[in-house]
Structure formats: C-alpha cells, structure tokens
C-alpha cells in the first residue's frame, strides 16, 4: 500500500516524493547542462571541420608570410653587408683623399630590418621593414648628399681636390668590370696584377677626364696598353686611361673634369672594347671605384662596388 507524500523507488523503496516546483527546476538545469554540452560538441566539430572565411584568409596570409620571409632575411643580410661595406669604403676614400678618419656616423643604426619584438603581429611585419628599410636608404643618401655639399663648397683657389668623376659619358654601371687586384688574365689564363679598373662600353664612346689637370703623356699603339692618355691633376693623383680608339689631347694641355680626351676602343692587348681606367697616387695604384661615389647615386654605387670586386677576369 503506497504512503501519503511517498513514491516508491525499485532501488530505494519507499522514499519522500519531490516538490513539483523542485521537479522543474531540476529538469531545466539537466536540460541546459546538456544544451551547454551539445553546443560545445557541435563547435568543436564545426571548427574542426568547417573553416571561416576569415579563417581561410589568415591561414593563406601565414602561409604567404612562411614562405616570403626567409627571402626577406636573405635581402636584409645583403642590404646590412651593403651598407657596412659602404661605411668601410667611406674610411678608405677619407683616408686616401682626406688623410683622416671618416665622420662618426653613431646616430645612424645599421641593426637588423626585421623585427625581433614578438609584440609585433604577423600583419605588421612587412610595413615595420618597409619603414626600416626606408630609414636605411634616407641614411646612405644623407651621406651621398654630405659628400656632394663637400665637393660643391670646396673651391679650387683653395684645394686641390683628386679625380672624382665617371671617365665614360652616359656609363651603364652594370658595365663594371674587374678593379685592382689579382685578376685572370684572358690572354694567358693566369692571375695576374691588374692597377685599374675595366669599364665596358662600344667602341667610339666618348672618355673624358676625370678631374681638372695637365695631359703628361700621350701615347698611339704602345704595345699591350695601345693608345694611352695620362693627366697629371695634382697633389700627387694622376690619372690613366688606356686601349683608346682615338686621342683627342696632345701632351702639355689643361684639361677640365669632363672634357672629352678620347674614345673608347681595342687598341693594344684587349680582349673587348673597354676603357682601361687606372687612379695613381703617386706610384702606388688606389681602387678607382673609391673615387666614383661623387658621380653616381648611392645604388649605381653599391652595384659597382659589388661587380668591382666579384670580377676574378680583366679584359687585358
């Protein structure tokens, strides 16, 4: 026989019967513990299986940054040896023209372009180097356009100033070839030493002198240089320019920078048309390209610097 406010359990028997209102309470909190339960299946398994377009643009954005970012390290590293190696120059050419230690250049940073602060999002990583990339560049023309105020202001009633312009009118700088040094010789495959710089250019090119002087020696088809001029400019610079088609100075005349003298040619031991462009100081043979920087901008300089030097072969 059932008891009054009783409900028998086949467990537990007889047992004390539950509120009504407690029975609908119970029954909507199991009710939404388990909606809670079934949504957070339902997303896992959304997300898991079905991508956003949001999530499919980030996805393709992560993969694009993966891929072009070892090529951005690569630049940066060109770009930082680049700049060091212009600083290195930048001494070289004001001990060899100034005979002192080129300005300090502290205030300007040459650290890496990318960013190392890990607050940085992947979104912002290319704008933080195009900025640090453009700070590089304001610098090395800052340091172009210091050189050319130098130059400008300097008068020659008061300095004699070394030979600092392009030999070549119109000169394609990707024209460069091997500077001074040990170079292979194309005649006899061998190192050899090389005291100039070989500059590439058609036959009849115009050449011009590189710094005001006096023309000392000419000379038509002598031996392996063939036809040579040689200018005197001061201070112990003179100047060489050598395998000429055409002279178009004699010995004892003044010439100005940028006077045509000659045209290029194959006169002499020479492999291809090229001028022959040798800087002396004294009798010791300086790198022409440290004297160049005044006559090019800070680019056409660096792609010059980097042919210069990577040449192993002379054309003569």
Same mark, same amino acid.
């Given at each position: 026989?059932?008891?009054?406010?009783?409900?028998?359990?086949?467990?537990?028997?007889?047992?004390?019967? %539950?509120?009504?209102?407690? %029975?609908?309470?119970?029954?909507?909190?199991?009710?939404?513990?388990?909606?809670?339960?079934?949504?957070?299946?339902?997303?896992?398994?959304?997300?898991?299986?079905?991508?956003?377009?949001?999530?499919?643009?980030?996805?393709?954005?992560?993969?694009?940054?993966?891929?072009?970012?070892?090529?951005?390290?690569?630049?940066?590293?060109?770009?930082?040896?680049?700049?060091?190696?212009?600083?290195?120059?930048?001494?070289?050419?004001?001990? *060899?023209?100034?005979?002192?230690?080129?300005?300090?250049?502290?205030?300007?940073?040459?650290?890496?372009?990318?960013?190392?602060?890990?607050?940085?999002?992947?979104?912002?990583?290319?704008?933080?180097?195009?900025?640090?990339?453009?700070?590089?560049?304001?610098?090395?023309?800052? /340091?172009?356009?210091?050189?050319?105020?130098?130059?400008? %202001? $300097?008068? %020659?009633?008061?300095?004699?100033?070394?030979?600092?312009?392009?030999?070549?009118?119109?000169?394609?700088?990707?024209?460069?070839?091997?500077?001074?040094?040990?170079?292979?010789?194309?005649?006899?495959?061998?190192?050899?030493?090389?005291?100039?710089?070989?500059?590439?250019?058609?036959?009849?090119?115009?050449? /011009? *002198?590189?710094?005001?002087?006096?023309?000392?020696?000419?000379?038509?088809?002598?031996?392996?240089?063939?036809?040579?001029?040689?200018?005197?400019?001061?201070?112990?610079?003179?100047?060489?320019?050598?395998?000429?088609?055409?002279?178009?100075?004699?010995?004892?005349?003044?010439?100005? *920078?940028?006077?045509?003298?000659?045209?290029?040619?194959?006169?002499?031991?020479?492999?291809?048309?090229?001028?022959?462009?040798?800087?002396?100081?004294?009798?010791?043979? $300086?790198?022409? /390209?440290?004297?160049?920087?005044?006559?090019?901008?800070?680019?056409?300089? *660096?792609?010059?610097?980097?042919?210069?030097?990577?040449?192993?072969?002379?054309?003569?």
């Amino acid at each position: 026989m059932a008891r009054r406010n009783y409900e028998y359990d086949e467990n537990y028997g007889f047992r004390k019967e %539950r509120h009504p209102v407690v %029975r609908v309470l119970l029954t909507g909190i199991w009710w939404f513990l388990g909606s809670i339960v079934l949504a957070c299946v339902y997303h896992l398994l959304v997300s898991l299986v079905w991508n956003t377009p949001e999530d499919r643009r980030l996805f393709h954005e992560n993969r694009l940054y993966e891929k072009n970012y070892p090529a951005l390290r690569a630049r940066e590293k060109m770009l930082r040896e680049t700049v060091r190696d212009l600083e290195r120059r930048d001494d070289e050419i004001y001990l *060899a023209v100034f005979n002192t230690s080129a300005p300090s250049m502290s205030d300007i940073s040459y650290g890496s372009i990318l960013p190392d602060d890990e607050n940085i999002g992947a979104e912002d990583i290319f704008g933080h180097i195009a900025k640090r990339i453009t700070r590089i560049e304001s610098s090395m023309d800052a /340091v172009e356009d210091n050189f050319r105020r130098i130059f400008e %202001r $300097c008068s %020659r009633d008061y300095y004699t100033l070394p030979p600092m312009t392009l030999p070549l009118e119109n000169f394609n700088v990707a024209r460069t070839g091997a500077s001074t040094g040990s170079k292979i010789s194309p005649f006899f495959k061998v190192a050899m030493s090389h005291d100039g710089i070989d500059l590439i250019a058609p036959v009849g090119t115009p050449v /011009v *002198a590189a710094g005001s002087g006096v023309v000392v020696r000419t000379a038509r088809a002598s031996g392996t240089d063939g036809n040579i001029i040689v200018i005197d400019h001061g201070n112990g610079y003179t100047t060489r320019y050598a395998h000429l088609s055409e002279i178009r100075v004699s010995s004892g005349s003044k010439v100005r *920078a940028g006077d045509r003298i000659g045209t290029v040619g194959t006169s002499g031991k020479s492999f291809a048309p090229h001028l022959h462009y040798s800087v002396y100081h004294g009798k010791e043979p $300086c790198d022409p /390209v440290n004297y160049f920087f005044a006559s090019v901008d800070p680019q056409e300089y *660096a792609t010059m610097l980097i042919l210069s030097s990577s040449t192993g072969q002379a054309m003569d």
